[in-house]
């Protein structure tokens, strides 16, 4: 099988982890490149729902190797709640089936913590954080002062450099946020209560990847969130603060020089967007309370209620672009089944003028949507398993979006089970 990246077009939640549960079969490791704990992937299987938030998706296919690569912002505490969660439910993780990057950085406890603090010094012109300390986290490992996770194999050094880590943090902590500084004793604590669990995880992934590579095994890039939450392609400033780009998986995952072969582009087949920032095709009041509940847009970290709007062809077009995808997995598209007719966003009003472009992220706030409508099909197609079940309605949406995207669409998802999927 060819190396493949599965990342998301769109906002975010478009059902990748679905569309990796579906795959990880074909591929021998899968590995996570970028972001921490700050969204879910909800994965649903034979052993129940998982909500996944730095975990790959693959652990739960007996025999994938899985990777957390140096691009992650590893949160020991919160990886470790998580592993304990999932094997509580029957599956087994150990050091043969999941490997962590010595070299990704620790999302350390005052990263959480800097994070509320500055939301709630932003108050209303706060950007929608998730509180998991991902962008206090990337700024530090951009100034190089936070600690790569290979130095927990070296205690006495660790000792030195996060004391001195400590005293460069408190300044800011105390002296800007009068909030209250942290010890020597509680990060020691911390780090001896979770750090240790994770040690046994630790390895130089770059070294295996190439090895595993040379013996001709595949690779399956696992992303987070979308294109349009990409810190250097997204909608500026309400993105992420890691790249959620297919083309930062060599660099993220420890294996710069890996190909990929095929990039799968998650689409779902209406728009969700959670936290703030603008939404051009944004529905409100009932409209948007009936579509929030009937593809149950509540988010997987957070359970905030997603914001919701039909499908967004500027936006998505420009996310198949940013990410190269080269096929598109479409999800959810029978949530869409109670509409008669279902409205497509197919260009915006910027300026007093029509565009089919996705602008820059400044001139968002005032673009408007202008829409199209698309015949329903009104019955349930969650059955569906070959394309030619659908019904013709259905076909044609999909086309319609296909060809207004300039991607194919391989996959049409018509429910979270593995199995509710037409492949194309
Ligand atoms: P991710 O972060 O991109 O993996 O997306 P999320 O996991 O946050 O959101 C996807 C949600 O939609 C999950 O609850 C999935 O189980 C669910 N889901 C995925 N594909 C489909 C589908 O085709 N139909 C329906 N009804 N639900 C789906």
Redesign the pocket.
């Known amino acids: 099988m060819a190396n493949t990246a599965i990342v ?1 077009i769109n906002w ?9 549960d579906l795959l990880t079969e074909k591929f021998d490791i899968v590995v996570r490149y970028q972001g921490g704990g700050n ?6 299987n034979e052993r129940g ?1 998982f ?1 996944l938030h730095l975990l790959p ?1 693959g652990i739960f296919r007996e025999g994938v190797v899985n990777i957390l690569g140096n691009g992650v912002a590893l949160d020991p505490e919160n990886l470790w709640a998580e592993i304990q969660d999932v094997t509580a439910k029957g599956v087994t993780i150990t050091p043969e089936n999941l490997k962590i990057s010595d070299r990704a950085s620790l999302l350390l406890p005052w990263h959480r913590v800097l994070d509320g603090l500055e939301e709630a010094r932003l108050a209303d012109k706060k950007f929608g954080s998730t509180k998991q300390g991902i962008a206090p986290f990337y700024s530090d490992k951009y100034q190089k002062k936070t600690v790569l996770a290979g130095e927990l194999l070296h205690p006495e050094h660790l000792k030195a450099h996060l004391q001195e880590l400590l005293e460069w943090k408190n300044l800011t902590l105390v002296g800007v946020y009068g909030a209250a500084p942290v010890t020597m004793a509680e990060l020691t604590a911390w780090v001896d209560t979770y750090c240790e669990k994770i040690k046994p995880f630790l390895c130089d992934t770059g070294a295996y990847l190439r090895q595993a590579q040379a013996e001709g095994k595949s690779i399956l890039f696992e992303a ?3 294109a349009l939450r990409d810190l250097d392609f997204g909608i500026h400033p309400y993105t992420t603060s890691s790249n959620a780009i297919a083309a930062y998986a060599p660099v993220g995952s420890g294996f710069p020089g890996a190909r990929i072969d095929e990039v799968v582009g ?1 689409v ?2 209406y728009s969700t967007c959670v936290g703030e920032g603008p939404f051009v095709c944004e529905l409100f009041g009932k409209e948007a309370d009936v579509l929030r509940e009937a ?2 847009e509540y ?2 970290k957070t359970g905030r209620p997603r914001r919701v709007g039909p499908i967004d062809i500027p936006a998505t077009r420009y996310g198949v672009q940013v990410q190269s995808a080269t096929n598109i997995a479409l ?5 869409l089944s109670y509409l008669e007719t279902i409205p497509v966003c197919t260009r915006y009003l910027v300026d007093g003028q029509e565009t089919d472009q996705f602008p820059f992220p400044t001139l968002l706030e005032q673009a408007k949507p202008v829409m199209e409508y698309m015949p329903g099909w009104n019955c349930d197609i ?1 059955g569906a398993r070959r394309w030619e079940e659908l019904p013709e309605a259905a076909r044609s949406y999909v086309e319609f979006i296909e060809e207004k995207i300039g991607c194919h669409i391989g996959f049409v ?4 089970e593995r199995d ?2 037409i492949i194309r």
């Open positions: 998301g975010g939640d478009e059902g990748k982890g679905r569309m990796v969204a879910g992937h909800t994965v649903i729902k909500a998706s987070q969130l979308g998650v779902k087949a593809g149950q988010g997987a999800t959810k598209l029978d949530v969650s998802s018509v429910g979270p509710s999927i």
